[in-house]
Each structure stands twice: as C-alpha cells, then as structure tokens.
C-alpha cells in the first residue's frame, strides 16, 4: 500500500493515513507555508494550511507522504537533517512527479 494505489484510485487517501499510522489536521499556518509533518509516538502528523486552494491542499498532502515513503523523518541526526532539508524536499518533490507520470 502506498501513493502509487493512492493515485490508481485503488486505496482511499483515509486507507493509506490508516495504513502509515498517520492523520492530517487544516490549521490557520501563515501564507508561505504549505504544510508539514512531524512524528509523535510512532504518529505521523501532518499539518495543512487550511486557507490553501483544493488543488494546493491535495498536492501538499501527497508531498507530505511522500516524506513518509522515502524514509525521511526516520533520520536519527536531526542536526544532519536540517542540514539537508532542501535536498529531502526536492526529494519529495520528484517523487511525487515520478509517480503522476508513472503511466503517461
């Protein structure tokens, strides 16, 4: 189960939140900030900027499970990836775009 059955329409978005253990909450962030993720006791915490459009939110949401499906919240050098969060959000970025052209 992952983004890939997710974008097939095979697994509902509510499946693959159960299925990672995670859950995603709208909440007043400022304009210049999408979402994010964070991990508390073994859940996935994702927040989304409520005021962003249908499209902007759907496209934030798989940008922020593709950080849980590349492995990118498990690093156990917080220091190292701060350092690198560019380099994870170009990461997820491609991901996301490997996986929509996937069957063009």
Do not use: V, W
Request: glycine letters at 2%.
């Amino acid at each position: 189960m992952n983004l890939y059955n997710l974008l097939k329409n095979e697994i509902t978005l509510q499946e693959l939140l159960n299925y990672y253990n995670a859950n995603i909450t709208l909440i007043d962030l400022p304009n210049y900030i999408y979402g994010f993720i964070f991990q508390y006791e073994n859940i996935y915490n994702i927040l989304i900027n409520k005021n962003l459009s249908y499209y902007k939110r759907k496209k934030t949401i798989l940008h922020e499970l593709a950080h849980i499906e590349l492995n990118q919240l498990c690093q156990t050098n917080r220091d190292l990836f701060a350092f690198n969060i560019d380099k994870y959000e170009d990461e997820a970025n491609k991901y996301i775009k490997f996986l929509i052209g996937k069957d063009e």
